[in-house]
């Protein structure tokens, strides 16, 4: 047995408010709706992974999602752009990354990063 793919879900009776944080501004593909569900992705190849954490790192609130993305600096405008509220960032952070934290319209804390090696 192996694991194929790992989804967030978020509770929302405002599934319509997801279009333009995660379709608009991030640019996530939308891959199904039913009206009840409605999800994004990406047509590339996405690594499955989760993780457990008991902070965010630098001493930030640990965040309910991470997306990464190619370039933090224009997720950053894009979403400020939008309206929606940054709480973190941006910023290099020791272990290799740029990111920022967000709001998303549901109010969970989304961590926008990118390796700084790449």
């Known amino acids: 047995m192996r694991v194929k793919r790992i989804v967030a879900n978020i509770e929302t009776q405002r599934i319509?408010?997801?279009r333009s944080?995660?379709?608009d501004v991030l640019g996530l593909e939308p891959l199904m709706d039913h009206g009840w569900i409605a999800t994004y992705g990406s047509g590339e190849r996405?690594?499955?992974q989760i993780s457990f954490a008991s902070q965010g790192g630098s001493q930030t609130p640990t965040p309910d999602l991470s997306i990464e993305v190619d370039d933090v600096d224009e997720a950053h405008e894009r979403m400020k752009e939008?309206?929606?509220a940054i709480e973190y960032g941006p910023v290099?952070?020791?272990w290799g990354v740029r990111r920022f934290y967000v709001r998303d319209p549901f109010g969970k804390l989304v961590n926008i990063v990118a390796h700084l090696s790449e």
């Open 92 to 94: 290099d952070e020791p």
């Open 16 to 18: 319509e408010e997801a």
């Open 82 to 84: 939008a309206g929606f």
């Open 21 to 23: 944080f995660y379709r």
């Open 46 to 48: 996405m690594g499955v």
